[in-house]
Each structure stands twice: as C-alpha cells, then as structure tokens.
C-alpha cells in the first residue's frame, strides 16, 4: 500500500474500530461496576497520578469544584477513594485510590487485555510483528504529541 490517501484512511479506520471496540468494553465494565463514566476518570486519573486534589480533577474534567467534589463524595462512600490532608496545605484534601479502587482499576485493564490478547490470537505470527511494530511507532509518536501539549508550569503551579 502505498497511495497516502489509502494509508490514511486505513490508520484511521483502524484507529475508530480500536476506539469504538475499547469504548464499548469500557462502558460495559464501568456500568456493571455501578459508576459513571466521570466517576472512572476519577479512578484512572488516581491510578495514573496516584494522588491529587478535587481542584486537579475539576480542570482535567473542566467542570465546577463543587461537581468534582460530589463525584468524589460517591467514590469514597463506594469505598473506592479516600481522602486524607494535604501535607502541604492542611485546608486541602489530597486523594488516592483504596485497595479496593486499585483493584477495581486492575481489573478494568486485564479485561480489556483479555480483548485484546483474543484479538491478537486472530492474526498471523508474522503479521502480529507487523502491527507491534506499528504499535510502537504509534507509541512513539503518542508520547511525542503529549510531551508538546503538556502546559508551561508557572511558579503558581508547582508539580
């Protein structure tokens, strides 16, 4: 294949079946887990950051504190979050997954591992190399792409 036109299409038809196909596993698991689609934002974005506050939330959700904060509240009522003090703002709260949201989020991704390797079973040995060589070029370029939007920190933002 070498037309560009069919090159891109092909990547991006591949990419939307992907997307479609992860969306749809992932709603499937959030709903029977009894949560929202924001609420397991919330979970995956403590799994990834570890730890942070309503406020970090708020801005990567682009909603108000206060609906962070009630998506919140549910999380640490389910047991899946908990909040302790922010050493270093005592008015603060700082958030971090439980056990139990840890494993939640655990399991959320060996499901779709699951998927994925029953995927991989489909194709050819010698076409499986294919697509891990193309899938870490996408990696690639994916880690390329968030390094350049990350914000400028300023000296109000520390990290």
Not at 24 to 49: M, T
Not at 104 to 109: G, K, L, R
Not at 122 to 133: M, N, W, Y
């Amino acid at each position: 294949m070498t037309d560009p036109i069919q090159i891109t299409e092909t990547i991006r038809n591949g990419m939307d079946l992907l997307t479609h196909r992860t969306f749809r596993e992932h709603g499937r698991f959030v709903k029977a887990a009894g949560l929202s689609i924001p609420q397991f934002g919330i979970l995956l974005q403590l799994h990834y950051q570890h730890k942070c506050g309503v406020s970090d939330i708020s801005n990567r959700m682009d909603i108000t504190s206060a609906a962070a904060s009630q998506l919140v509240d549910k999380l640490v009522q389910g047991g899946l979050v908990e909040r302790a003090e922010d050493p270093n703002d005592r008015r603060a709260k700082e958030l971090k997954l439980t056990e139990k949201g840890r494993q939640m989020v655990e399991t959320s991704m060996a499901r779709r591992h699951q998927w994925v390797d029953k995927m991989l079973e489909l194709i050819d040995p010698a076409e499986r190399e294919k697509v891990a060589e193309a899938m870490s070029i996408l990696t690639r370029v994916l880690a390329q792409m968030k390094e350049q939007e990350k914000p400028t920190e300023s000296a109000s933002h520390p990290v």
